[in-house]
């Protein structure tokens, strides 16, 4: 599933699928229980594709972190940290060890631990689109752009 059609509403629990635009908002089903309901354009809606993580070497979009859990958790659930903040910051740290410190905020991390999880329990991430966009991107970079010296036939 592309995570353009996955969304997060504020004051909203869990992750909302996009089923079609209503004429003040949207139509969202839960990923949860798969009920349907109607998304106003006045709530705040995240799609997780334009969701990113402040690192010390800038933004990390979230596909790129949800690809490290998986990648480091060998495709398996992560552990669930209630009222268990160091252990939660030690396992992000592992997870994501060049996050900031001062701007990602243990809410941030129950957040995408609980995406993943939910993600991962309903097949909803998959990362071999990943894989195959940056082969087709290598492609167009590694040929040369050639440009024409000669000047253009005038039309006459």
Same mark, same amino acid.
């Given at each position: 599933?592309?995570?353009? @059609?996955?969304?997060?509403?504020?004051?909203?629990?869990?992750? *909302?699928?996009?089923?079609?635009?209503?004429?003040?908002?949207?139509?969202?089903?839960?990923?949860?229980?798969?009920?349907?309901?109607?998304?106003?354009?006045?709530?705040?809606?995240?799609?997780?594709?334009?969701?990113?993580?402040?690192?010390?070497?800038?933004?990390?979009?979230?596909?790129?972190?949800?690809?490290?859990?998986?990648?480091?958790?060998?495709?398996?659930?992560?552990?669930?940290?209630?009222?268990?903040?160091?252990?939660?910051?030690?396992?992000?740290?592992?997870?994501?060890?060049? *996050?900031?410190?001062?701007?990602? *905020?243990?809410?941030?991390?129950?957040?995408?631990?609980?995406?993943?999880?939910?993600?991962? @329990?309903?097949?909803?991430?998959?990362?071999?689109?990943?894989?195959?966009?940056?082969?087709?991107?290598?492609?167009?970079?590694?040929?040369?752009?050639?440009?024409?010296?000669?000047?253009?036939?005038?039309?006459?």
């Amino acid at each position: 599933m592309d995570l353009k @059609e996955i969304m997060a509403i504020a004051g909203k629990p869990g992750l *909302y699928k996009m089923v079609a635009q209503a004429k003040n908002g949207l139509i969202v089903e839960s990923v949860i229980d798969q009920k349907r309901l109607q998304a106003f354009s006045h709530d705040k809606i995240s799609s997780l594709e334009e969701i990113s993580i402040f690192t010390e070497n800038g933004d990390k979009p979230l596909r790129e972190i949800l690809a490290g859990f998986h990648e480091k958790l060998e495709g398996k659930a992560a552990p669930e940290f209630k009222n268990e903040n160091e252990k939660l910051k030690t396992f992000f740290a592992e997870m994501l060890p060049d *996050y900031d410190k001062e701007r990602v *905020y243990v809410s941030h991390m129950q957040k995408i631990v609980s995406w993943y999880n939910l993600l991962m @329990e309903h097949n909803l991430l998959d990362f071999s689109q990943q894989a195959e966009e940056p082969a087709a991107d290598e492609k167009a970079t590694d040929e040369p752009q050639v440009e024409s010296t000669e000047p253009e036939a005038k039309p006459e």
